[in-house]
Structures are given as structure tokens and as C-alpha cells.
């Protein structure tokens, strides 16, 4: 009788198999995918399909999105490193943590100190976790504390070889060591960009196979300093035609608020690089670092390809917010234009369509829910950003939530498919029509033809919007709409005081 039961059961349990679609029983016997999650600092739309500099030259990345799904229209959480970073790796905004300076770490804080970060939720669902290079900001409290975040550290990465002194004349706001550029004698063996690739590399040329993994890579350049070899640098021509295309009086219709969100900062104005004769060179060092990292990038690719590990990775690569080169009369990051916030993001690998241009708004937040899904993880309740698995299958599936960017409280960047609509903590206005003006020239904010455009993005102003957390410095703003008052870094900005230069 009983074995009677068993046959009858075998039996019974194979046709039901049977009966399960083909699609559901494949995926559940196939090994989970690896994911292979490439970052890439201060890095802005400067990449040679998404079109942002006509010159810009990343064959690896137009190749690697051709063999994918790219985001036209990708946006930081917040235009500045921690920040950004904070957010993507906890599925969570700024304004909801209060994270919006370079300080703090998020461990510090009581509230985030054990919130399950996207590795470790990888690492729960038996990945191997590796990281290398600039992932999270900065240390992670310790080596002690490491293996919390990831199983395997590899290089620290970083900006390598320097020269024996800055190669530009002192800067503005305290000649900061980090704001340098330019062409000095090198191998290109010796910069931390290349040695995060070669570890990479290596590792995925002798993981053990007994797990999936979840290789992170984390790239500096093009991050200041932009140190480069004349190889690099010949990629570009060295006139005029490098110089990106700015309106002399652009600020002349943004809010002086607009200025209070990048008040005093290491980064040069337009006015000092042009001064000093620095902006062509500038422009040609960051244009060349964009390009080496796309070649480190190729090589990380390229053994992807040798190891037959490409079919069953998902790659993923993202650049943590943009980076002005004269636009706008600044450079450097802490704005909420696209200039500040457009950032590529690129997904290839299995189940994703391949050669897409996706132009629906999308927010480095929906990486975290979008690899969960892709890796058949389990998923989360308490992620704030929407997985971008429709759109991997198809790109033209609208999204109907635009892709928001915070810096500090109170001021909010709502980019949809077609506007930019920015409202600063002084409720002052900013308005875009990114069609017709793509470059963000003509605010409109101030035309009632617009009213109910406004009005519509206005709805999606974050409904959380916490102050500065615990610890928070650098790049942080408080202002106090009762009086006025603004502080910046801790310093009283007034309404009439002339705009640091
Ligand atoms: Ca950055
Ligand atoms: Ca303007």
C-alpha cells in the first residue's frame, strides 16, 4: 500500500510538473545570475551615445548598451557623492534619511545602522559580494567592519600616481589639492582606476564557481583631479570646438537661491577658468578621463567575454550625479539642472532587451528593486525606488513617476520626459521644457501659460523631506523660511552678500 502511494505520488508529481509552463520550471533550475555593478565618480552625460558632448569617445559603454538597454533620462537622488551613493546602495531618498552632505556615513546613524544595504541583501541570498574601488563614499568604519558590507575587499582604488605638485595655479575657497587637471608623464599602470580593473578582472578569471556573485567596481576618474597622459588627451582636439555651448547671461533668469545650493565650494567658476586660461584644459582632461575609465571599463568587459561569464551576468553601470564644465557659470557638481543630475545608466545581460534607448525618466534609486527582480531575489517592501523591468523588456513602457533629484531640504529637481521643474526651500521657481530647450536656458517658471505644468510636477515634491541627520557637514544648507535665513556649511548667507567667486 505504501509503495503504492509513493508511485502514485512520483507519478502524480510529474504531471503536475508537466502542467507548470516551460518559462516558470527553466528559471527556477537555472543558477541565479551574477551581477557585476560598475560605478563611475562625477561621471555626466559626456558619454558618447547619450549624446551630452558631440566629441566625447566611450566605445565601451556604446557597445556594452547596444548589447542592453540604456537610460536616456537617468537621474541621481541627490547631486553630490555620499549623498547619492547613500541612497542608490539603501533604496531610500535623502530626504528621507537625511543624508545630504558628505558627512555622515549611514552606519553612524541609529536609525540606518543595521538597514540591510543592496550587497548584503545579495549576500543573504548566498552571493559571494567583492568590491573594489569607490563604491561608498568613503571607509566604512573600519576594516573591522568590512566584511559587513562585503565578503571580499580588493584595491582601494582611487587617484594613484600624482605629480610632485598641482599642475594648475592655486584655486579659489582655500586651493583644495583635489581641484587639479591636466597632462603629466605617467603609466597608465599606476593610477588606481586601472588597478581596480585589473582586480577585477582577476577575480573573475578565478572565482569558484560554487556561488553566484556580486562583483562591485567603483572608478574614480572622472573625478578631480583629471590627471591624464598625452594619449588620453589627444583623443580630443585641442581648440574651441571641446568647449560645451553656454549662454553668457544663463543665470540671469535662475533665483539667487539657485545660488545658495553651491554658495562657497572648492570647485572653480566659469569666471576663474577662463581667467586663467584653464577652461580648454579642463574640458580636454575630464573629456580624457571619461575615456580612460571607459577603457578600464572595456577591460573588465572584455574578460567578462573571455570567461563565458557574460551569459549569465547582469551588468549594470551608473555614475553617481553629472558635473558642470562652464555651464551655468560654474563647474563641478550641487545643482539640480541635468547637467547636475543626467548620469548614464546601463543594464545589459540575461532577460534584457538588447540595442534599447529608454527616454523614460528613471532614478538611480530603482537600480536596488530592478537587480532584486533581475536575480529573482526576494523582494522588498521598503525600497523607494520602482523596478525598471518593464522597461528592460520594453523601453517605450511609460513610467509615470519622474525622476526626482534633492539637495539639502526644501530644494527639489522634478525631471519628467519632458520638463524640468526645480523648487528651491525659498519657494522660488525654476521651469524647463526640455524639448524645445535642452540645455535649460529659458526659465519659464514665471509664465502663467505654464501654471498647470507647474501645478502637475509640483504634486511629486517629496512628502518626506527630513532635516540634515546627525553628523551631517559638508555641503549642507539649512534655511529657515521664517527669517530668511540660510547657512551654508555653517556659515549665514544674506540675501544681499555678492555671490562667492
Ligand atoms: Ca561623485
Ligand atoms: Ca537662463
Redesign the pocket.
Known amino acids: 500500500m505504501k509503495s503504492f502511494q509513493s508511485v502514485f505520488s512520483f507519478v502524480f508529481g510529474l504531471s503536475i510538473l508537466s502542467l507548470l509552463p516551460v518559462s516558470l520550471f527553466s528559471q527556477d533550475s537555472r543558477a541565479k545570475p551574477n551581477v557585476l555593478f560598475i560605478a563611475i565618480d562625477d561621471q555626466n552625460d559626456w558619454i558618447g551615445h547619450l549624446g551630452g558632448h558631440p566629441l566625447a569617445k566611450t566605445p565601451h559603454l556604446d557597445r556594452l548598451a547596444e548589447r542592453g538597454t540604456t537610460f536616456l533620462n537617468a537621474h541621481c537622488q541627490a547631486p553630490l557623492c555620499n549623498p547619492s551613493r547613500t541612497s542608490l546602495m539603501l533604496g531610500l531618498r535623502p530626504t528621507t534619511t537625511g543624508i545630504y552632505g558628505l558627512a555622515p556615513w549611514f552606519r553612524t546613524l541609529d536609525e540606518w545602522k543595521d538597514r540591510v544595504a543592496l550587497p548584503q541583501h545579495f549576500k543573504s541570498h548566498g552571493y559571494r559580494t567583492l568590491t573594489t574601488g569607490k563604491v561608498y563614499h568613503g571607509g566604512v568604519g573600519g576594516p573591522q567592519k568590512q566584511a559587513e558590507e562585503f565578503d571580499v575587499w580588493g584595491k582601494a582604488g582611487g587617484i594613484g600616481v600624482k605629480p610632485e605638485k598641482k599642475l594648475i595655479g592655486p584655486t579659489p575657497m582655500g586651493n583644495n589639492p583635489l581641484m587639479d587637471w591636466g597632462v603629466f608623464p605617467h603609466r597608465d599602470e599606476d593610477k588606481g582606476d586601472f588597478q581596480v580593473a585589473s582586480w577585477a578582472v582577476e577575480q573573475l578569471k578565478s572565482l569558484p564557481k560554487d556561488k553566484p556573485f556580486f562583483l562591485a567596481a567603483g572608478f574614480f576618474l572622472p573625478h578631480v583631479p583629471c590627471y591624464v597622459t598625452q594619449k588620453w588627451v589627444d583623443l580630443y582636439p585641442d581648440d574651441d570646438s571641446v568647449l560645451p555651448i553656454i549662454?553668457e547671461?544663463?543665470?540671469?533668469?535662475?533665483p539667487k537661491f539657485s545660488w545658495y545650493i553651491h554658495w562657497e565650494l572648492p570647485e572653480p567658476r566659469l569666471k576663474w577658468v577662463r581667467e586663467n586660461s584653464q577652461w580648454r584644459n579642463l574640458v580636454r582632461s575630464y573629456l580624457a578621463s571619461t575615456s580612460f575609465v571607459d577603457a578600464q571599463i572595456g577591460r573588465i568587459l572584455a574578460a567578462l567575454n573571455e570567461t563565458g561569464l557574460a551569459e549569465n551576468t547582469i551588468v549594470v553601470v551608473w555614475g553617481d550625479h553629472g558635473w558642470h564644465l562652464g555651464e551655468?557659470s560654474i563647474t563641478g557638481k550641487n545643482t539640480l539642472w541635468d547637467d547636475g543630475t543626467r548620469v548614464p545608466l546601463i543594464f545589459a545581460g540575461p532577460g534584457i532587451t538588447k540595442n534599447q534607448r529608454c527616454s523614460q525618466p528613471a532614478e538611480l534609486l530603482d537600480i536596488y528593486p530592478t537587480l532584486i527582480e533581475l536575480c529573482g531575489l526576494t523582494p522588498r517592501k521598503d525600497l523607494e525606488g520602482i523596478t525598471l523591468q518593464p522597461q528592460l523588456q520594453n523601453a517605450y513602457i511609460k513610467r509615470e513617476r519622474p525622476a526626482i533629484t534633492s539637495h539639502n531640504r526644501g530644494n527639489h529637481g522634478i525631471r519628467s520626459e519632458n520638463w524640468r521643474y526645480i523648487r528651491y526651500a525659498d519657494d522660488s521657481e525654476e521651469l524647463y521644457d526640455m524639448q524645445q530647450d535642452p540645455r535649460?536656458?529659458?526659465?519659464l517658471a514665471n509664465n502663467p501659460k505654464y501654471a498647470s505644468v507647474i501645478a502637475e510636477h509640483r504634486l511629486w515634491l517629496p512628502k518626506v523631506d527630513v532635516s540634515p541627520a546627525k553628523g551631517s557637514a559638508n555641503r549642507v544648507l539649512t534655511y529657515d523660511k521664517s527669517t530668511d535665513e540660510a547657512i551654508w556649511e555653517g556659515k549665514k548667507i544674506r540675501r544681499s552678500d555678492a555671490i562667492p567667486q
Open positions: 549662454k547671461d544663463d543665470r540671469d533668469d535662475t551655468k535649460e536656458w529659458n526659465n
